[in-house]
């Protein structure tokens, strides 16, 4: 079955004897155990509940993983995967980081003893070269962000293999419907639920899928040591956004789409970046690696001021960090989604101070380029 199924085709509750057509919140926090000396299938929500299973489960099979888990956050489930290491291990990264994954490897994984070495995701000889004798885990994102560069996945993976080394992907700029990277070579996925996944701006939630049992085990072991995971009211909000995922992605990808070729074409001074523009130079990988480019663009005002002012300006796109609504909105990574990346990382990694980012929502085409002309004009 094709993932447009799958996204509705599921066991909304396994066991339950009225075949309710939605999950039930388990909104408890224990479960009362027939016998003091055995247990059953669940005893406390921190280790486990039926709502936060079936979402589980669910992201498993969206992914072809093993075994899925929710975190409380996008940041919780990359800290979780980052504790697989130890002091004295190695993460090599792509330098073009989400801003909260940089501040957590620059300061939190750093003070745990753990080294992270960026390097350019693009160019796999560097990647290769990076890696050292300490060198344990590859991490990367794609489409990265703010700069939406595209990281080939299956050659990244190869050298992951070949050095033995752990393959992760934060797959949260495309979700499972657009990009399962398990199937290109990748060991685990991690998403923040927050963003596609919801939908609706109305939950914070992360998620990691693991490619087999064994890294399945570690990671179930740190989500119930730390008590990271997510809570039921927010599964039961995940899967329900999950159920539009398709449809979602669908219209504001056509809308990103849209807006990508209409300002490319009449205002090529804004230098737009999206990976569905043919000629953008991610765009043969990402169609190789993607069954879409995603809802995510950005575009250049000309000066810091002149973002300031569109964003300003914008009726329909809200001023705000975060992406993946149904609401459109517009931020200046810069000093917003990217304030948090060290202040010597953030001058290397050349995020422009006039870059605008724009998360396309499911709003009328036209009516979004609109608002976005209109601004443009008044420069
Ligand atoms: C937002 C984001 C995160 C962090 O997720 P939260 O749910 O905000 O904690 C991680 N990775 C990427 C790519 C993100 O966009």
């Excluded at 300002?263 to 069954?291: C, I, K, N, R, S």
């Excluded at 663009?297 to 002012?309: C, D, H, N, V, W």
Aim: glycine content about 8%; charged content about 20%; some cysteine.
């Amino acid at each position: 079955m094709k993932t447009a199924t799958r996204l509705v085709h599921f066991d909304p509750a396994p066991k339950d004897p009225y075949r309710p057509m939605a999950t039930p919140i388990y909104q408890t926090a224990t479960f009362e155990q027939e016998h003091a000396d055995s247990f059953g299938e669940y005893d406390y929500s921190r280790s486990g509940n039926p709502t936060r299973r079936v979402l589980e489960d669910h992201m498993a099979a969206l992914e072809g993983g093993a075994r899925g888990f929710a975190f409380s956050s996008g940041m919780t489930a990359i800290a979780t995967v980052t504790r697989l290491l130890k002091a004295g291990d190695e993460i090599v990264a792509d330098w073009d980081l989400y801003g909260g994954a940089s501040r957590l490897f620059d300061s939190v994984v750093r003070r745990a003893g753990v080294t992270v070495r960026l390097v350019d995701g693009t160019d796999i000889d560097a990647v290769r070269a990076a890696v050292g004798p300490a060198t344990r885990m590859l991490y990367v994102e794609s489409p990265t962000n703010p700069l939406l560069r595209v990281l080939d996945l299956r050659a990244l993976a190869a050298v992951a293999k070949d050095c033995g080394l752990l393959f992760c992907v934060d797959s949260s700029a495309m979700s499972p419907y657009l990009q399962q990277p398990l199937a290109l070579g990748a060991d685990i996925v991690i998403h923040s639920g927050t963003k596609l996944l919801c939908g609706h701006s109305d939950v914070m939630a992360g998620a990691v899928v693991v490619k087999d049992e064994a890294l399945a085990k570690e990671i179930y072991f740190l989500q119930n040591a730390e008590g990271t995971a997510l809570g039921p009211m927010d599964c039961f909000l995940l899967l329900r956004g999950l159920k539009t995922l398709k449809l979602r992605i669908d219209a504001q990808q056509a809308n990103a789409q849209r807006i990508a070729e209409h300002l490319h074409l009449h205002y090529p001074q804004l230098e737009v970046a999206y990976p569905g523009l043919q000629g953008d130079a991610a765009y043969a990988v990402q169609a190789a690696q993607a069954t879409g480019a995603g809802v995510l663009l950005t575009f250049r005002a000309g000066s810091p001021a002149a973002a300031k002012q569109i964003a300003g300006g914008l009726e329909l796109f809200k001023i705000a960090v975060s992406f993946g609504s149904v609401n459109s909105s517009i931020s200046i990574p810069y000093g917003m989604s990217h304030a948090s990346v060290p202040a010597d990382q953030r001058a290397a990694r050349g995020i422009p101070e006039d870059l605008l980012r724009i998360s396309c929502g499911i709003e009328d085409a036209d009516d979004l380029i609109a608002d976005l002309t209109a601004q443009i004009a008044k420069l």
